[in-house]
């Protein structure tokens, strides 16, 4: 189990506090939501946890399998409802693996990458759309 801890300190900023670690992680709401846009807004956060998980994910396989991962990268677009009730309309992701990977290590990196627990967890709530390059 985790304990993340979370303080309001005004001016629609919040400090997060991982407990386990003791790392901070702060949030600010964005410009277009009376915000400052200073930091992460907490939509923010659901995209960054969708390609780290992505990455973190394929990171596990890849030393279970001797694959060398260093260098991927995956760039998250999170577009807001212009209408009615704010929320996540949809995500779309852009991963780029290392050029170098054999057909069948891409593969497995991708099935991996695509079942990771944070798109599980998204699915069916927020449309997703992932870009393997």
Not at 78 to 105: C, D, N, T
Request: net charge negative; with cysteine; glycine share 10%.
């Amino acid at each position: 189990m985790t304990i993340v801890r979370c303080r309001y300190e005004g001016g629609l900023r919040n400090r997060a506090l991982h407990e386990a670690s003791g790392a901070e992680l702060i949030t600010d709401a964005p410009l277009d939501n009376h915000g400052q846009g200073a930091s992460f807004s907490p939509t923010d956060l659901v995209g960054t946890a969708l390609v780290s998980c992505i990455l973190t994910i394929m990171g596990i396989v890849a030393e279970r399998h001797g694959i060398a991962l260093e260098g991927a990268e995956a760039r998250v677009e999170k577009r807001m409802s212009s209408a009615g009730e704010r929320r996540i309309e949809a995500l779309e992701v852009w991963i780029r693996l290392p050029p170098e990977l054999e057909e069948r290590q891409r593969a497995l990196l991708i099935r991996a990458g695509e079942s990771c627990p944070v798109k599980r967890s998204l699915d069916g709530c927020v449309p997703m759309t992932l870009h393997w390059d």
